[in-house]
């Protein structure tokens, strides 16, 4: 039986450095086979998550945000036109990509090819179990109409099942299963794998076909973020620390009485039961809701993120995601170590 560690079961090894100043420290990073972002930082295609104007402000930062494909077609599409249409006259972000989320189910080819044609070049395949034949043939039959898109497909856990989506031609793998803030996966079915051992082992196998990787779940804080890039993933994909924020889809809503309100945004998993209503579905629930505190633009918790990578590549010597990934090592640290590294003044 295999031996499986996720992000608090490791640490980052400090390292010899020579870097003069963090803010010269590059993050761009490979997000498909043919795209690139300037930040590692990609936003859930969740419907609490990313619409317009989440997608718009990840292109505007250099990361990228894909639309969530819980509404119908012409409502993704509607938005797909937009993003194009600011693309075309910001040359800041003309290169950035267009991305969309589509099923493997009924509508999906004519979602997929209506997209396309609005300007999307970025699809992601987003079920929960990226290791399944129709997810293989959604790929190959996408990839077959629409030559010249790219897909993401997902999500994963090991390398034979990034083996086979890679096999079937996806240009990035999605990397994840269970860990979500919000998911119930594993309380409800037992399946799922720590997140470290997941990334480690994808990588693996996709790095022999030149196929990028994207970490999604079990993010909690900035050195998550560091530590799945330093298991190997290009990019980081987020929920929860994007939840609550201005950009992301809902109503802002006061909780108490006046003056001591208190403003909330409602964050849900893509499984919850909550979700799944909204959509006409009540079974296979295997994620929850939450109300989050408002928290603002979403720029000040991307640019605390790039900061923390940038230190973190600091303290590896490392000026640039390449160097990070030859250079990072990782140690695996007890439960004592772990809460060590915790502010000891605010657990006491």
Known sequence: ???ALTYDDVNIVPKYSELESREKVKLNTRFTKNTELSIPIVASPMDTITEYDMALEMMNRG????VHRFMSIDEQVDIIKKL???SGINVEILDSPICAAVGVTGDYLERSQELFKNGCNVLLIDVAHGHHKLVGEAIEEIKT???TIEVIAGSVATGEAC???CEKGADAVRVGIGNGSLCETRIRTGVGI?????IIDCVAIADTYSVPVIADGGVRNIGDVCKGLACGADSIMLGSLLSGTKETPGTIEKIGKWPNEQLHKKYRGSASLDSKKSRGHNKNV???HKVIPYKGKVKRIINDIQD????SFSYVGANTMDEFHSKVELMEVTMAGNLEGKPHLLTT
């Open 145 to 147: 109409r629409l030559s």
């Open 286 to 288: 295997e994620g929850n």
């Open 194 to 198: 720590p997140q470290v051992f997941a």
């Open 84 to 86: 194009k249409q600011v």
């Open 163 to 165: 083996e086979y989506l």
């Open 63 to 66: 990361g990228a945000g894909i």
């Open 308 to 311: 923390g990578i940038r230190s």
């Open 1 to 3: 039986m295999n031996r």
